[in-house]
Structure formats: structure tokens, C-alpha cells
């Protein structure tokens, strides 16, 4: 090796050295601790002396698998996943694409208005939504007003999943809408002048340029937007604390409440099965949305 390449070299692990540390003291380290508890019958009472269980195996996982409430909040994650990530993604290109070609002015003021709830304070945003979807509030007043019903937004199972996947729409859109927009800056905008010479209308290069050209940053959007609502925790527990009847309980939310009950190998089990199952959904949708040459 070169001096200068081993001098280059050097410099890049010097500089790469703190996101190392890091990651081995709070993601990798922490991750090995939980799948060693998984495999244990370890709970809050074998705190002081966490040494001194016994090994379990895979029995904890096929315990929490055989699970009610696991099973539910399961149903309920892929529930939120398969409603959630569409609508976002829709909704996120849908705005990406008007502050792209048709909005002109007061393009900047448009596009932080979307971004402002990614970035608002979720707790915060939790009870101005609490209060806004009360029996008596805001919502509820103004539905009366025009005639409608008043639902029961948080205490109603139906509802309140409504309730749930609409903020979790609401939060994640913003995020969709960038990805997008940086996707669409990236297109030529010789390809779309050569198209509408050639006659093609607006329909015609959104469903043969503009989307075909967008499948890198789709399948980037796709992949994050799953993960993020695999491990959707803040909306469901902020709002409705996974209830009512666990109708809006997620995994995250179910780990969470274990560790909590001190069920420490449990819920240790139900974080390496999230993390699995994030792997493999994350796998699929590379595999299936990748570039294709």
C-alpha cells in the first residue's frame, strides 16, 4: 500500500471512529444483550443478578408467537402498515408533484407547511389531537354543526384506529413529499420537452417518464415508510394507549407494556421478532422494487 493511500486510509477509520463507538454503545451491544435475555426466562425480579437464569432456548419465542396479545398487536402492526404506507406515499407525490410543476408561487411557504408536522413535537402534537378528537371537541362541534354524527374517535375501537392512522398519515407525509420532490428535481427536463413534442400529454409523461424514472427514490420511500410503521410506538401509545380493547396495540407498543409488567425475556423476544420481520420486509421490497436493467 501506498503512503498516501495508508495516510488516506488512516484518516477515514479516525474520522469513521465515533459513529463506531456509538453504534456499538447503544445499537449493537444493546442488541446482543436482548437477543442473549430472549433466549432465557429472565424478568425484572433477576435484575440484580441476571446471571443466575436459566437458558430457555427458543421457548420464549414460541411462547409470545402463541400469544393473544402478541398475535393482536401483530394483526394490528401489518394492519397499520397496509393502510398507513399508501396513503402517505399517495398523499407525499401527489404534493411533490404540485410544488414540482404546478404551485409557483409561494412554493417555499407550501413546502415547509408539509413538513412542519415531521418536525412538530410529538407529544405535543398527541394532545392537541387528543383534545381536537374528544367527544367534545373541536371535531365533534363541527360535525354537529353541519348535521353529522359525533363519533367516538378514542374510545371506540373502529374509530379509534381511525383516529390512529390518520395521525400517523399526518406525521409521515412530509417526509414522503421531500423524497419525492428531491426524485423529481432529479428528472431532465429535456425528457419531458422531447415528450410533449412528440405529442404526449401530461398523463402520458407522468405514467411514462415521470413514474418509471421515480422507482429508486419509491423504493427508498417504500422501504423507510414500512420500517417506520413496523415500529409505529408514539401514535398508538400518545393517543388511545393501545386500546380501547387493544384494537390499536402494536407490536412496539406490546414490547413496551412487557418490559414494563417485567416480563424481560419476553418482551426481549418480541424485539428480536420485530427486527426479523423489519429484515425480512425490507429484504422483499429490494428485491421486488429494485431497479430492473
Known amino acids: 500500500m ?12 479516525l474520522f469513521l471512529a465515533p459513529f463506531l463507538a456509538i453504534f456499538l454503545l447503544f445499537t449493537g451491544i444493546p442488541a446482543v444483550l436482548a437477543i442473549g435475555a430472549s433466549l432465557t426466562d429472565i424478568s425484572a425480579r433477576d435484575i440484580r443478578d441476571p446471571f ?7 421457548q420464549g419465542f414460541i411462547d409470545i408467537i402463541n400469544n393473544p396479545g402478541f398475535q393482536s398487536a401483530f394483526l394490528n402492526t401489518v394492519m397499520f402498515v397496509v393502510i398507513c404506507v399508501p396513503i402517505s406515499m399517495a398523499l407525499g407525490l401527489a ?17 415547509a407547511a408539509a413538513y412542519v408536522p415531521v418536525i412538530t413535537n410529538i407529544v405535543a402534537a ?19 354543526d353541519l348535521g353529522l354524527g359525533a363519533p367516538n374517535w378514542l374510545g371506540e375501537p373502529g374509530w379509534a384506529i ?9 406525521r409521515t ?8 420532490l428531491a426524485g423529481l428535481q432529479a428528472v431532465p427536463e429535456e425528457i419531458y420537452e422531447a415528450a410533449a413534442t412528440d405529442g404526449a400529454g401530461a398523463w402520458r409523461r407522468l405514467w411514462s417518464i415521470t413514474l418509471p424514472l421515480l422507482r429508486p427514490t419509491t423504493l427508498l420511500v417504500t422501504v423507510l415508510q414500512t420500517v417506520s410503521f413496523l415500529n409505529i410506538f408514539e401514535e398508538p401509545y400518545l393517543l388511545t394507549k393501545g386500546g380501547p380493547l387493544g384494537s390499536t396495540k402494536s ?9 414494563g409488567f417485567g416480563n424481560v425475556s419476553a418482551s426481549m ?3 428480536v421478532l420485530l427486527l426479523v420481520l423489519v429484515g425480512i420486509v425490507a429484504i422483499v421490497q429490494f428485491r421486488i422494487l429494485r431497479p430492473k436493467h
Open 2 to 13: 501506498h503512503e498516501g493511500s495508508r495516510a488516506e486510509a488512516t484518516t477515514a477509520w
Open 52 to 58: 443466575n437464569v436459566n437458558f430457555t432456548g427458543f
Open 95 to 111: 404534493l411533490a408533484l404540485m410544488l414540482n410543476n404546478g404551485i409557483r408561487r409561494l412554493r417555499n411557504f407550501f413546502r
Open 126 to 144: 398527541a394532545v392537541i389531537w387528543q383534545y381536537a378528537f374528544s367527544i367534545t371537541g373541536p371535531v365533534n362541534t363541527t360535525l354537529a
Open 162 to 170: 381511525t383516529t390512529v392512522v390518520m395521525m400517523g398519515v399526518w
Open 173 to 180: 407525509t412530509g417526509t414522503c413529499m421531500i423524497l419525492f
Open 251 to 259: 407490536i412496539a407498543v406490546w414490547v413496551y407494556e412487557q418490559f
Open 269 to 271: 423476544a418480541g424485539s
